[in-house]
DNA sequence: TTGTAAGCGTTATCAG
DNA sequence: CTGATAACGCTTACAA
């Protein structure tokens, strides 16, 4: 069955190998209970002889529904989301061809080529629907989008600012990561601990201080420990691993009875399982967040962010949105807490 | 300028509005000399005023020439080659989009699985052509898409398990590995260094003696050192870090006299780097193999693939196959060597 | 249950 | 230089 030269079959080939007319065919493919059982058959053998597959493009043109989510491939990630980004991008991709639709990738280096580029996309309805990850405060691209009401849908919250939860008309799905942190820091309560740290971030933005509220909450329903013992379990760094190191080396000799660190993300995890190392404190528990490859293979617990849920939840918004139902126009998905032994120890090497 | 609700605009509004049929707009779009200079300017005002964009359906429904690429997007890569491969696949979009294509990303983790996707995407025409990555001696999909005359290039040449290139009818571009490793131990001899050391994989594949033979073939053409004494400097590792820097500690100790180290990859040129500074060698110049973020980071010289040529290539050889024209069937991109003075110099942390 | 006819938006052919 | 007409392959009324 060669592909090149034979142009691919059409449904008036098949409907002339089986007999029948051009309709019975789309009918056999659409409203199958329309159609008698004996011609069904002949039109699904016709099918698979001739092995026919209807044309996107006449199908687009004719039934206008959505087929294609535009979704933005961006090389230039730092190396902490980057993984990230790749397993929602790998999640989204899956779940868009579980539904039968196409995931169209572009690229943009600047904010206004990709606003361009967004345009000529749904303009040209090479795109139908549109995904949008790594949004950050006062992003241009989300207040373009809702004032031009374009069909998309975050992954994130639509930070303000000033640290709140835009409540602008635009579709979000994000990751719970005050419950994923809570989660975390409940385990380690359960497991009986008490001095449980928390490693953050320096710079400030919504998703930090949410997932570290979720170790707050937990430590403070816990009680017995003062707010200003609670801020002497912080400690913050820039998220990689040689600040990350750093800062829980003066977090462990600051607070020598620490026994666990909830961190802000695995690439601070890994910097405080190096620490650990350093400081011959291989005991301590660390739990990170996202868990990525490292977090497996270094063996500490973390958070992961349910990334194949977080895609379905995103096409379901869309979906619901272009079908006119009402229903939310977001979701915060529940993130799921990997617990692991961390049966592994760092060592440091050189020594 | 609302998207929701207003439909997009047909090219007949637009003939409305500018007072001329159909044809003639789409004659100013696609025939431009055809069209009198006063209606093609009172066409283009309309077409700015009603910001119409053809219908990209519409458009392949009736002209059936090629407009999307197929893309492979895996979320598993290891970590040595991932980066290369979302650079290329980066690349890879640009250059589509600068030939007014499309580009469609999908995923798929078992062979099998990828076959069917690959049949289903060109068939149902969502897309027209396919850029194949990560191809390997025995490759099943090469057979199969050889097989199908599978409009397709790869991107690495279609090496046998015997190690040589498959003169199989696939259209195939790739980097010259050899001439790459060539220029980067010219460097070194030019600048009048003698013991040029190399790192090689240590299991064997095309891509690995490919590079290999580039810096053999420098080192041959300069002379004056034996056989035994060539292999004496050659190392070899898996391709991560760790291993590389036990393996350089071991050539280091073999080969004290070691001015510079030639490596199959950035990965491995990472781990000389650390081997270096634990040897205390930080005079050792090191040349890796990509160009990656990393190798700018630490400022060690490698080689560059090249990426956006090797995109534009493969688009090139499967335009002129698409329009029957001749040509060559394959590429070999000339890689371009960075050379770096490695101002920097790591440090053992921890001593 | 099946077939006929129309039209989605575009471009190509061919008259005027 | 411009405009009518047909066709790309499909689906959705509607009629047989």
Chains 1, 2 share one sequence.
């Not at 026919?52 to 989301?81: H, M, Q």
């Not at 995931?103 to 139908?128: F, G, K, N, S, V």
């Not at 379990?233 to 666990?260: F, G, K, M, S, Y």
């Amino acid at each position: 069955m060669s592909h090149e030269g034979s142009r691919p079959t059409t449904i008036g080939e098949v409907a002339h190998a089986a007999g029948v007319s051009h309709q019975t065919v789309s009918n056999v493919l659409n409203a199958p209970e329309r159609v008698a059982e004996s011609t069904k058959e002949r039109v699904h053998d016709a099918i698979a002889r001739l092995n026919y597959r209807p044309n996107a493009s006449a199908k687009r043109l004719r039934t206008g529904r959505p087929a294609t989510v535009a979704i933005r491939f961006d090389a230039n990630w730092d190396e902490g989301t980057g993984s990230l980004l790749d397993r929602f991008i790998h999640a989204t991709i899956d779940e868009v061809s579980a539904r039968g639709m196409r995931a169209l990738a572009y690229t943009a280096d600047q904010p206004d080529r990709e606003l361009r580029t967004i345009r000529e996309l749904l303009e040209a309805r090479d795109a139908d629907w549109l995904i949008v990850t790594s949004t950050f405060p006062g992003d241009p691209r989300v207040s373009w989008m809702i004032e031009h009401e374009i069909p998309c849908v975050l992954f994130g919250r639509p930070w303000m600012p000033d640290g709140t939860v835009s409540a602008a008309p635009v579709l979000w799905v994000d990751v719970d990561g005050r419950q994923g942190t809570y989660d975390a820091t409940r385990s380690f309560l359960d497991a009986g601990m008490t001095r449980i740290g928390y490693l953050d971030w320096t710079y400030s933005s919504g998703t930090g201080v949410d997932r570290r509220s979720g170790w707050e909450a937990a430590m403070v329903e816990r009680g017995g420990l003062g707010a200003e013992t609670l801020s002497t379990l912080v400690q913050a760094c820039p998220d990689d691993a040689e600040h990350a190191t750093a800062a829980v080396r003066e977090l462990l000799r600051r607070v020598p009875e620490l026994e666990a660190l909830v961190c802000a993300s695995d690439t601070l995890a890994v910097g405080a399982m190096k620490a650990a190392a350093d400081e011959r404190r291989a005991g301590l528990r660390v739990a990170g967040f996202d868990n990525s490859r490292t977090a497996a293979l270094l063996g500490f617990s973390s958070v992961d962010q349910n990334l194949a849920r977080v895609a379905s939840l995103c096409l379901d918004l869309l979906a619901a949105r272009a079908e006119g139902r009402g229903g939310p126009s977001n979701a915060l998905v529940h993130p799921s807490f990997v617990d692991r032994a961390q049966p592994y120890t760092l060592t440091a090497s050189g020594r």
